[in-house]
């Protein structure tokens, strides 16, 4: 079936140590987000690839970065961990019609991040 | 800032009986999204509706639309215990990409 893979689902990290989680999906969808879940929370997007372009939002921090090295994967790199980067770390795809953003997302299982 | 505002925050009723959740947003949208999340899993997409559309029908799940008013409410009938979870509006900003609200969480009890 296709759908939206996140590994791994449970990540234990220590403050400041690098952090690499994982997206990958075989709905061969041109738009991949990170979306960032605090406990009882909205999902708050981090940023998302069109294709290859990469769009930021403005108050994502600098210490989160992702790389979308081809159709099918995405990562989501949080350089120096911090206590408040603890959540579950959501990716979607979609399929936009006119170019635009707002149509159907797919979400993968999320990963729980821990930062101890 | 928000677009999407959810009401209730939390709501628990018994197996059998209809939820009723309500999303108000404050810009004009193209549509407005209903998803589902279960506890600790990722979203699940269950209807769109488009900014033309007042009512739409899925199943046992029923989603109105009122743009004079800004609002949107997401009807589950025949509630069942699977149906617990987190319920979210999502609406298109004007930047082009989904905002959420905080979510309504249901609890269906047996």
């Known amino acids: 079936d296709a759908m939206v893979i996140q590994n791994p689902r449970y990540q234990v990290t220590q403050f400041g140590k690098p952090v690499t989680l994982s997206c990958s999906q075989t709905?061969?969808?041109?738009?991949m987000y990170w979306y960032q879940q605090k406990s009882s929370q909205a999902p708050k997007l981090l940023f998302h690839?069109?294709?290859?372009?990469?769009?930021n939002e403005a108050d994502t921090p600098d210490n989160f970065q992702s790389r979308r090295p081809n159709t099918s994967f995405c990562f989501l790199d949080i350089r120096s961990p911090g206590l408040g980067d603890a959540a579950m770390y959501l990716c979607?795809?979609?399929?936009?019609?006119?170019?635009?953003?707002?149509?159907?997302?797919?979400f993968g299982p999320g990963t729980r991040l821990t930062v101890l | 800032s928000q677009q999407g505002e959810e009401d209730p925050q939390a709501l628990s009723i018994q197996e059998g009986e209809n939820a009723t959740m309500n999303c108000s947003y404050k810009?004009?949208?193209?549509?407005l999204q209903w998803y589902r999340q279960n506890s600790g899993r990722g979203l699940v997409h269950l209807i769109l509706?488009?900014?033309?559309?007042r009512e739409k029908h899925s199943g046992r799940l029923r989603v109105t639309l009122d743009t004079s008013k800004k609002s949107s409410s997401l009807l589950i009938t025949a509630s069942r215990a699977a149906d617990t979870a987190s319920y979210f509006c999502?609406?298109?900003?004007?930047?082009?990409?989904?905002?959420f609200g905080q979510g309504t969480t249901l609890q269906v009890k047996p």
């Open positions: 979607a795809t979609s399929s936009p019609l006119a170019g635009g953003l707002t149509d159907t997302q797919y």
């Open positions: 709905l061969n969808h041109n738009v």
């Open positions: 690839y069109y294709d290859k372009d990469f769009n």
């Open positions: 810009t004009s949208i193209n549509n």
């Open positions: 999502a609406t298109d900003s004007n930047t082009g990409k989904l905002i």
């Open positions: 509706i488009r900014s033309n559309e």
